[in-house]
């Protein structure tokens, strides 16, 4: 637990936050304090609500001055601890909601952090333009978390993370000064590129207040389409064939499960099989073109090469919008149906796209050895190597006695997947959650280096102060 914060700096605080700026109210903190799963809550003397890039700056610099640590907080979508206050200021970016700027020629769109993923598609779309990442939490998550904590979502495999799609970021350091970086170029060699510091820092480095984000053409054709294989090598397979297919037209390539679709079936309204027969994997598809008819025409010759070479079992093409949305709405829900089945470990781990088969044969071997009748959920953006492993206790089987197991359940996950130089935190961060275990992983000297930046951008450490070594 951090250090009380001194009644006399709360009041100051709420002096430059002004009416309608903080709350200590229970009812508005309660939502904040707790995670989606469920796992960490907190607590707070403040809710800081700035409405400005310049209280953000007041707020940094009195907590600075008094060496009152601050956790910042976005839309509250993470998933790791990172932005669960446990007695910090919690500084939420909620009101900084503004599009400062978007301009069509230059494709780029500027944003103030508390805008949501879903209000930046809107935004793009007002001038025919395109804001390409996606996610599930798209409602909530907002444009500070997404760049603090580098996210990646669905369409990574053709348009990268969050980091390839920031062009600049206005930020308040730790000691209150702002840094305005919001330009829009696309070459600027003139030093170190202070954004990629920020970006990925899960607060540690300051809070962001604005980004200047890349704008994409609409694409003139789309098709979603899926698949069932028999094993995660098949999928590979496929998404080696796609690509080649396509010419490098493929969106989006998700793997799931049968027991992850069978619980989103079983536990989330609304959804439907996605094909006649049951399969034990299936792969989601989404192609994109510039050219009209092409999406579609390169997704049926894939499907129909696959199914004469008996790579793939069967497939269906959504026909139509209502479709594609149900046939996304089957992997969106992977988590969500996992909710209501009880205790879990939950891993959102990265391999080499080649080696991805082989850590879930070799997890799910070793998972079954280290605790007998578990349920393992594999699924995600295959595309670009990122696996959701998750370990749900067995059925008809208490939680406690499976949470007690998830430390060492865990150890033996991630040690798997440095072995194929992977990395235990593909999109959600550290956090508090795995901050300490990463020691573990990564080398003495990266770990030196990584401690003499942030000491020298927050030598009292106010910033997160939980997270990261």
Not at 118 to 128: K, T
Not at 130 to 135: A, D, G, V
Not at 184 to 210: C, Q, S
Not at 317 to 323: D, V
Request: charged content about 20%; hydrophobic content about 45%.
């Amino acid at each position: 637990m951090t250090k009380p914060v001194p009644a006399d700096v709360v009041s100051r605080l709420k002096a430059v936050l002004g009416e309608g700026g903080w709350s200590q109210d229970p009812d508005r903190l309660a939502p904040k304090l707790k995670e989606w799963r469920g796992r960490w809550s907190g607590q707070t003397p403040l809710l800081a609500l700035p409405r400005s890039t310049a209280q953000v700056s007041a707020v940094v610099g009195i907590c600075a001055a008094e060496g009152v640590a601050i956790t910042p907080q976005g839309g509250n979508t993470g998933l790791v601890a990172g932005q669960i206050p446990q007695g910090e200021v919690l500084l939420s970016t909620e009101k900084l909601t503004a599009v400062r700027d978007i301009d069509a020629f230059d494709d780029v769109m500027v944003l103030e952090a508390g805008v949501t993923l879903a209000a930046a598609h809107e935004a793009a779309l007002s001038v025919g333009r395109r804001f390409p990442l996606s996610l599930a939490s798209e409602g909530s998550c907002t444009i500070g978390g997404l760049a603090s904590t580098n996210a990646g979502g669905t369409a990574v495999l053709r348009y990268g993370t969050m980091r390839d799609q920031i062009l600049g970021i206005e930020a308040v350091l730790p000691n209150g000064a702002v840094w305005n970086g919001l330009k829009r170029l696309r070459k600027d060699n003139t030093g170190y590129d202070l954004k990629h510091l920020l970006i990925g820092a899960e607060g540690t480095l300051g809070v962001i207040t604005a980004a200047s984000l890349k704008l994409y053409p609409l694409l003139a054709s789309r098709c979603v389409a899926i698949a069932a294989v028999a094993t995660p090598h098949d999928a590979i397979a496929l998404l080696a064939k796609a690509k080649d297919e396509t010419g490098g037209a493929v969106e989006a390539f998700e793997l799931m499960s049968r027991l992850g679709v069978a619980f989103a079936l079983k536990n989330i309204p609304g959804l439907r099989e996605p094909l006649e027969a049951v399969h034990p994997w299936y792969v989601l598809i989404e192609t994109a073109s510039g050219e009209p008819g092409a999406a579609e025409a390169a997704m049926e010759r894939l499907l129909s090469g696959a199914l004469e070479s008996g790579l793939i079992q069967d497939a269906a093409i959504a026909q139509t919008e209502s479709q594609a949305h149900a046939f996304w709405a089957v992997r969106e829900n992977q988590s969500g149906g996992q909710k209501p089945e009880g205790a879990a470990w939950k891993h959102d781990v990265s391999v080499p796209v080649s080696k991805v088969a082989a850590f879930i044969d070799q997890a799910t071997a070793a998972m079954e050895r280290f605790s007998p009748g578990v349920r393992v959920v594999a699924f995600g953006h295959v595309g670009d190597g990122n696996v959701h492993y998750d370990v749900l206790r067995a059925d008809g089987a208490s939680d406690d006695p499976h949470d007690a197991l998830r430390d060492e359940g865990a150890r033996i996950v991630h040690d798997i997947v440095a072995a194929m130089d992977g990395s235990i935190s593909a999109e959600h961060g550290l956090g508090a959650m795995k901050s300490v275990e990463a020691l573990r992983y990564k080398s003495p000297v990266e770990v030196a280096a990584l401690r003499a930046v942030r000491a020298a951008l927050d030598p009292q450490r106010i910033m997160n102060p939980r997270v990261l070594f």
